[in-house]
């Protein structure tokens, strides 16, 4: 029950950040209406795991869905942030590598309805390398109002979900007990809620 609660928590977070969202779209940078549409896609996705997870037992192949979809829409965002010429290549030539990766994994070892892991601590690695990179930038080029930047919040969450889950994973395959899943849930919900300190930034530019 108390899992439950903590999930219904976490839903409630992303329906808020698409409610705002929708009220304020037409003040979304570009990159945020990218971002938006990316949690609308979450907030669909959690609801049908919630549902399959209470009524069937089995979500991990609507994650194993869901997880290229996640990863082609963050590098996407991400790459509008950087400058450079080059690391904007380099993200995006990470696509396919991840993309090969995932399937490759699929293949061979975890199969379509089981957790991915490989290719779930994969994209957490990409993750805390992209928001670390990006977050450094901001701090080099930084004004004194870094905390009004809607980019430190998005990147600051990333963060914190990546090595939340990879601390989650590694976790799990050593004390394999359904207490560890709190972590997970915890890390999600504090990660949408920067991701909402975000959006709100983004508005209030």
């Not at 669909?44 to 069937?56: G, K, N, P, Q, T």
């Not at 560890?180 to 909402?196: C, D, F, K, S």
Request: proline share 1%; hydrophobic share 55%.
């Amino acid at each position: 029950m108390i899992v439950l609660i903590f999930l219904l928590i976490n839903l409630a977070l992303v329906l808020a950040i698409v409610i705002i969202g929708i009220s304020r779209y037409n003040r979304l940078t570009s990159d945020m209406r990218l971002l938006f549409f990316f949690m609308v896609a979450t907030f669909i996705v959690e609801s049908f795991s919630l549902y399959l997870a209470y009524y069937r037992g089995n979500n991990n192949w609507l994650h194993n869905i869901f997880l290229p979809i996640q990863y082609v829409m963050l590098i996407a965002v991400f790459r509008k942030w950087q400058r450079n010429k080059i690391i904007r290549n380099i993200f995006l030539l990470s696509v396919p590598v991840f993309l090969i990766a995932d399937i490759g994994s699929i293949i061979a070892v975890s199969g379509f309805y089981k957790m991915n892991g490989i290719a779930l601590s994969l994209s957490c690695l990409f993750y805390a390398a992209i928001s670390s990179f990006t977050l450094y930038n901001l701090e080099q080029n930084d004004s004194g109002m870094i905390y009004k930047d809607y980019r430190f919040w998005i990147c600051s969450g990333l963060l914190i979900y990546s090595a939340g889950n990879l601390s989650f994973f590694a976790f799990l395959r050593l004390f394999p007990s359904y207490e560890i899943w709190y972590i997970h849930i915890v890390v999600n919900i504090a990660t949408y809620i920067l991701y909402g300190i975000g959006f709100l930034c983004n508005i209030r530019r």
